[in-house]
C-alpha cells in the first residue's frame, strides 16, 4: 500500500507595516540619559580652578596632542576656535602653525596659566576667553572661525544642540574628541572608592548621533600610555583624586588602602602593577559634507 505524505505549506514571510517597524533610536536621547547615569564626569569651573597646575603639567606630557595634529594638519591660514582650552593644551601648540586661535574656557585659572604659557613662548595669537558652552557666543564675541574644535570637552547635556552650536561657528571644518571606552579613567579606582564606575556614552554615541543628523564625519583613534610612577600613595592619591567627583573622606581612605596594597616599588618610585592605554576618538567633517 503505497503511502503519500503533503508537503508542508510554506508559509509567506509576514510583511511589516510601518508601525510595526523597529523604532529609530534618538541618538541624542541615548547621550542624554547617559550624562543623567554618568557616576564619574561632574565638572564645574571651580573643580577646573583647583586642578588646573595639575591638570596643565598632565596633558604636556602625553602625546595626545602630537597625534591630534598629524591628523588635524593645520593650515596657515585657518583661524581656529578652541572650545574647553583649558590652559592652551591644544591652543599653545597649535598657534605657530595657523593664524589666529580663540581660546575659550569657563576656568579662569585655567586661563590665567594659559595666558603666563603664551608670554613664556612668545605666542601672540591667541585670544583668551572665559565662556561655557551654554553661553551666548554672540555676546562673547566669538564670531565665526575657519575651524572649530572641540578637544576633549564634549561635557554637554545636549549634544546636538552643541554640534549645531560649532558648525554655526565655522567656515571650513569642525573637529571632536570622544572617549573611547574608559578613556582616561581608572575604574579600580573609582570602584577602591566604594562607587559604581559608569561613565557613560563615548565616541560610538557621537558618531551615530552625526550619521543621524546627515553628518559623514571621518574618525580616528589616538593611542597614550597612562603608566607613571610616583613618590608614594601621597602623591598618587592626589594625581587621582580628579577620577572621583567630590571624594569624601572615607572614600578617600579606601583609595589610599588600595593604593597601599596595590603600588609596587621600582628603582625609588612607586606604580601601579598594570598599564593602562588612554584612547580619544577624533572625528571630523568638512561643512560641505554636512546636509
Known amino acids: 500500500m503505497e503511502m503519500f505524505f503533503a508537503a508542508p505549506a510554506?508559509?509567506?514571510a509576514p510583511i511589516m507595516r510601518k508601525s510595526e517597524m523597529m523604532p529609530v533610536v534618538d541618538w541624542n536621547q541615548v547621550w542624554q540619559k547617559s550624562r543623567m547615569e554618568n557616576s564619574v564626569v561632574r565638572r564645574d569651573p571651580d573643580f577646573w580652578?583647583?586642578?588646573?597646575v595639575e591638570f596643565t603639567r598632565h596633558a604636556t606630557k602625553t602625546d595626545y596632542i602630537g597625534q591630534f595634529l598629524q591628523i588635524m594638519k593645520p593650515e596657515p591660514d585657518w583661524s581656529v576656535l578652541d572650545i574647553g582650552c583649558a590652559a592652551g593644551t591644544l591652543a599653545v601648540p597649535l598657534a605657530?602653525?595657523?593664524?589666529?586661535?580663540?581660546?575659550?574656557?569657563?576656568?579662569?585659572?585655567?586661563?590665567?596659566?594659559?595666558?603666563?604659557?603664551?608670554?613664556?613662548h612668545d605666542i601672540a595669537n591667541i585670544r583668551a576667553v572665559k565662556g561655557r558652552w551654554q553661553d551666548d557666543w554672540d555676546d562673547l564675541g566669538i564670531?565665526?572661525?575657519?575651524?572649530?574644535v572641540a578637544s576633549r570637552?564634549?561635557?554637554?547635556?545636549?549634544?546636538?544642540?552643541?554640534?549645531?552650536?560649532l558648525q554655526g561657528r565655522a567656515r571650513k571644518r569642525v573637529y571632536l574628541t570622544a572617549l573611547v571606552g574608559d578613556g582616561p579613567y581608572d575604574r579600580k579606582i573609582v570602584e577602591a572608592a566604594g562607587r559604581k564606575f559608569s561613565l557613560g556614552a563615548d565616541y560610538i554615541v557621537v558618531y551615530n548621533l552625526l550619521h543621524q543628523m546627515g553628518i559623514y564625519a571621518n574618525i580616528a583613534i589616538t593611542k597614550t600610555s597612562r603608566d607613571a610612577d610616583y613618590a608614594g600613595v601621597d602623591e598618587a592619591l592626589d594625581s587621582m583624586r580628579w577620577m572621583v567627583f567630590e571624594m569624601g573622606c572615607e572614600e578617600e581612605d579606601r583609595v589610599a588602602k588600595f593604593l597601599r596594597s596595590t603600588l609596587v616599588l621600582e628603582q625609588g618610585r612607586y606604580r601601579l602593577p598594570y598599564s593602562r592605554i588612554e584612547r580619544w576618538a577624533v572625528i571630523w567633517w568638512n561643512l560641505n559634507q554636512a546636509l
Open 96 to 120: 605657530p602653525a595657523v593664524k589666529s586661535v580663540t581660546a575659550l574656557d569657563p576656568s579662569p585659572v585655567m586661563l590665567s596659566l594659559l595666558e603666563k604659557r603664551c608670554r613664556d
Open 143 to 148: 564670531g565665526v572661525h575657519d575651524v572649530a
Open 49 to 52: 580652578d583647583k586642578r588646573a
Open 10 to 12: 510554506r508559509l509567506a
Open 153 to 165: 570637552s564634549l561635557m554637554v547635556d545636549d549634544l546636538r544642540e552643541a554640534v549645531v552650536k
